[in-house]
């Protein structure tokens, strides 16, 4: 019995996890710009891919990891520069869907430069899982919850400690004020898709040795990690976190004491009886959060 | 002249809010810009500041063009301005919002500015890590002006700094504006409380829809009848 649940509970937090990055990754762009990127899963999508690919082409692990890092940032920038930038003082509904637009070329660009298999990577530190009350739990796993961890560390630090940091957040508190100050906010945009990008393409890789990628895995990814944001209130960075680990706990109980079948459609349900009930997410209006 | 506006044009999409300006300013003069609510005042500073284009016409800051340049140039040239309404950022604290008013001073010595505008504004220093959204009206209007002097600037532009302030705070206000010219800062001063601006300012321009229709010394204005008659209520 509570061996189970435990069960579930990790495979839970594993995933929820990923959601949570993905749902930070909104909350930084849409704090910046207002904008919701929908091309957040395919941040995802590239990172795993990308080291997938490149591993397979003799890269030492470590540093495919760094390049694919690296080369989401780079595809998250030209993003925020080529398609989303020229589109602004456009209503912020046309750059949504620029968006879209730009998650489905995303994909397609994916499947042409690489191909439409599934990919894995060997687990970090090995596969002997460790036990824990009766439940099994991968090293895998603890890679996935700790990496994420050590992100939103970074995060904290990045918003709280570091100048640049801060100007984004009075650039989202107050664009005004912020350009007023000497705040360069074409930067502050473009560092907020470096940013998400760098939070999406982390998470693709941790996962990919426990569920594998492919050039589509950025479709369910996002949504889920959309609705994690909007469940903790779009635009509050502790909101997205806690949001993204209810998801993911959701999901896993619902997979194991319904159906499998249910999986993914508890991220559709929540972000339905979120817009319906508590338009504001479980963190209320943003305003005096912190990321 | 440190600024010179000429011709200056600006639109909000068909509508025009400026039209013809013809401004000059001197180092180290105060000067007052008045005028009925919807006359232009806020949009001719935003133009000065680059976060309002212009359609037309020149702004000059120390004989260099900048009418194009980007808003944080013009920061990083000695432009500061206190916005209309304080615009402080609420969830950051004090020290914060003080903080990032120095952001284009790559190197600076923040800690001595600190030390300066709490000296100016002691209120600042019994609030410095409590979030800017806490203050009273006043005292977030010190903290925006603290804020716009944090970038030292050489031409400090002031929207409605009085604004639905009480008549005690307003009065500190003015005299911090009068300290600042005599301790050597160009200021250009936005009021609706045109007798109180034109009694402390050099020289002075009336706006009207988008026009300025007078200028003059500051106590010639004052006393001026047109001026009198359509904006200090006597
Ligand atoms: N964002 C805007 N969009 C359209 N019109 C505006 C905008 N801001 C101001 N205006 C118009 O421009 C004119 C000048 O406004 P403003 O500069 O705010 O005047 P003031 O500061 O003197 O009260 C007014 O007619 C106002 O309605
Ligand atoms: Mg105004």
Redesign the interface.
């Given at each position: 019995m509570f061996a189970a649940f435990l069960q579930y509970l990790f495979a839970g937090l594993t995933s929820g996890a990923i959601y949570a990055l993905a749902g930070l990754g909104f909350a930084i762009i849409f704090n910046a710009s207002h904008v919701i990127n929908f091309a957040q899963g395919e941040f995802i999508m590239i990172g795993g891919m990308a080291t997938t690919a490149l591993v397979a082409a003799g890269t030492p692990l470590p540093l495919a990891i760094v390049l694919a890092i690296l080369i989401t940032m780079a595809v998250g920038m030209a993003l925020e520069k080529f398609a989303v930038e020229p589109a602004r003082g456009a209503d912020v509904t046309a750059i949504i869907i620029i968006t879209i637009g730009a998650s489905i070329f995303l994909r397609g660009a994916a499947q042409v430069v690489w191909d439409k298999e599934f990919h894995s990577l060997p687990a970090f530190s090995g596969e002997t899982p460790l036990d824990v009350a009766g439940a099994t739990l991968t090293p895998q796993s603890l890679w996935v919850v700790g990496v994420s961890v050590a992100m939103i560390v970074l995060l904290w630090w990045f918003f709280n400690r570091t100048?640049f940091g801060?100007?984004m957040?009075?650039t989202s508190?107050?664009r005004?004020?912020?350009?007023?100050?000497?705040?360069?906010v074409k930067k502050v945009l473009l560092a907020s898709f470096a940013l998400s990008a760098m939070l999406g393409a982390v998470g693709g890789i941790v996962m990919t040795p426990i569920t594998f990628t492919n050039y589509e895995v950025g479709i369910m990814l996002g949504l889920k990690g959309f609705s994690a944001a909007v469940l903790g209130g779009l635009g509050n960075g502790m909101g997205a976190i806690v949001g993204g680990l209810i998801v993911g706990i959701a999901e896993a109980l619902a997979a194991g004491y319904l159906s499998s079948a249910y999986k993914d459609a508890i991220a559709f349900v929540i972000i339905l009886l979120v817009l319906f009930f508590m338009p504001n997410g479980l963190f209320g209006k943003r305003?005096?959060?912190?990321v | 002249m440190l600024l010179e506006i000429s011709a200056l044009t600006c639109h909000y999409g068909r509508i025009q809010a400026l039209d013809g300006i013809e401004v000059a300013i001197a180092e180290g003069e105060l000067v007052a810009l008045v005028g009925a609510n919807g006359a232009g005042k806020t949009t001719l500073l935003r133009c000065l500041s680059g976060v309002q284009p212009a359609s037309a016409g020149t702004i000059r800051f120390d004989g260099r063009d900048i009418t194009r340049l980007a808003p944080e140039e013009r920061v990083a040239l000695g432009i500061a301005q206190v916005p209309e309404g304080r615009q402080v950022w609420g969830p950051l604290t004090v020290e914060d919002n003080l903080r990032l008013g120095a952001y284009r001073r790559r190197g600076a010595d923040v800690a001595a500015d600190h030390a300066r505008m709490v000296a100016m504004f002691p209120i600042l220093e019994t609030k410095w890590t409590q979030p800017a959204g806490t203050l009273s009206g006043g005292q977030q209007q010190m903290l925006a002006i603290a804020r716009a002097l944090m970038a030292h600037p050489r031409l400090l532009l002031l929207d409605e700094p009085s604004m639905g302030l009480a008549p005690l705070l307003v009065a500190e206000i003015f005299r911090t504006v009068e300290a600042l010219k005599a301790g050597g800062t160009t200021v250009f001063l936005v009021e609706q409380n045109a007798t109180a601006a034109l009694a402390i300012a050099d020289r002075g321009y009336v706006l009207e829809t988008g026009r300025v229709v007078i200028t003059d010394d500051g106590r010639a204005l004052l006393a001026d009848e047109r001026v009198k008659e359509a904006y200090l209520g006597l």
């Open positions: 100048l801060k100007a957040l009075a508190y107050n005004l004020a912020a350009q007023l100050a000497g705040v360069a305003g005096s959060e912190r | -």
